[in-house]
Nanobody, 123 residues
Framework: QLQASGGGLVQAGGSLRLSCVAS????????VAWFRQAPGKEREFVAG???????TYSTSVKGRFTVSRDSAKNTGYLQMNSLRPEDTAAYYC???????????????????WGQGTQVTVSS
């Protein structure tokens, strides 16, 4: 089970931190990733962290977003800085114990999904 939170309304240039709390699995042995879906668009990969700590980002967020985890709290995070109106979407966290480093961006690689948390960036 994954529980995502932290979304909200923010002005362009602002920051938000999303959280994803896991129960029934441990992020120490699983990959954690964030995807997003804007209205009328397909769900897309945003950022992911392999169980080894390796990370991957989409080109649209690289340098602005940071994915991390706190194994003690079994929580994953997505720190989002310099937000833009085009970042507006529902954000979903996902986790999978068998995701390989080169496959972090693949939605089908993840077994567990949280509910979406809405991020709205105003211009």
């Amino acid at each position: 089970q994954l529980q995502a939170s932290g979304g909200g309304l923010v002005q362009a240039g602002g920051s938000l931190r999303l959280s994803c709390v896991a129960s029934g699995l441990t992020f120490r042995t699983a990959a954690v990733a964030w995807f997003r879906q804007a209205p009328g668009k397909e769900r897309e990969f945003v950022a992911g962290m392999h169980r080894s700590g390796g990370t991957t980002y989409s080109t649209s967020v690289k340098g602005r977003f940071t994915v991390s985890r706190d194994s003690a709290k079994n929580t994953g995070y997505l720190q989002m800085n310099s937000l833009r109106p085009e970042d507006t979407a529902a954000y979903y966290c996902a986790a999978g114990p068998s995701v390989i480093l080169g496959n972090l961006a693949s939605q089908s690689a993840y077994v567990y999904w949280g509910q979406g948390t809405q991020v709205t960036v105003s211009s």
